[in-house]
């Protein structure tokens, strides 16, 4: 099966930029995909497509993808972004759809 | 505006049949190429992916449950539904569904659920 490895967990200043890591063999050749999960929440998709931004996520979200690593990346970070975050990806070779092990970011 | 909502029962016993219902609006499942999709997340624990069911009836499930997992669309009720059978208390989540549409190339869950919160108990 595919694996996605994100870091348990990410700490950064508020006003600071937050990068979450996706390892994943080769992912730098898959569309990779982020949402965001608040406690008690469904999640909430911030990214699709590696990069784009789905309609009234701010422009601080965003993200990139090479090699074996994929990237969240979140810029001028506020309270309001402490939240669990995911990667996600459609592994062709199985045809399944497979999570990260999600990241805890904590806003210092 | 899309929505979706999941139900179900909140407490099943041991090999019990777990049978989830997600009702949906804002869309129809009948347009290509737009599907629905289960997630489920164990307390404190990462998403997992369980089963998708695409616009023209195809299906795809996770491997390792595969052989319990059977998901279906009513069409006409705009719903989806996903039965788990031999239900044990590992399998104790809260179940998500998702709309699911087309990027560039394949699909991503841009509406989740408001989820339903599922134990496994006897």
């Known amino acids: 099966s595919y694996v996605l490895t994100q870091p348990p967990s990410v700490s950064v200043a508020p006003g600071q930029t937050a990068r979450i890591t996706c390892g994943g063999d080769d992912i730098g050749s898959k569309i990779v995909h982020w949402y965001q999960q608040k406690p008690g929440q469904a999640p909430v998709l911030v990214v699709y497509?590696?990069?784009d931004r789905p309609s009234g996520i701010p422009e601080r979200f965003s993200g990139s993808n090479s090699g074996n690593t994929a990237t969240l990346i979140i810029s001028r970070v506020e309270a309001g972004d402490e939240a669990d975050y995911y990667c996600q990806v459609w592994h062709s070779y199985t045809d399944h759809y497979v999570f990260g092990t999600g990241t805890t970011v904590t806003v210092l | 505006q899309i929505t979706l909502k999941a139900s179900g029962p909140t407490l099943v016993k041991p090999t019990q049949t777990l049978t989830l219902t997600c009702t949906f609006s804002?869309?129809?499942?009948?347009?290509?190429?737009?599907?629905v999709g289960w997630i489920r997340q164990s307390p404190g624990k990462a998403l997992e992916w369980l089963a998708l069911i695409y616009w023209n009836d195809d299906k795809r499930y996770s491997q390792s449950l595969r052989s319990r997992l059977t998901i279906t669309k009513v069409t006409s009720k705009n719903q989806v539904v996903l039965t788990m059978t031999n239900m044990d208390p590992v399998d104790t989540a809260t179940y998500y569904c998702?709309?699911?549409?087309?990027?560039?190339?394949?699909?991503?869950?841009?509406?989740w659920g408001q989820g339903t919160m599922v134990t496994v108990s006897s």
């Open positions: 998702a709309h699911a549409r087309q990027g560039v190339a394949v699909h991503f869950f841009d509406v």
């Open positions: 497509d590696n990069s």
């Open positions: 804002g869309f129809s499942l009948s347009t290509s190429p737009l599907a």
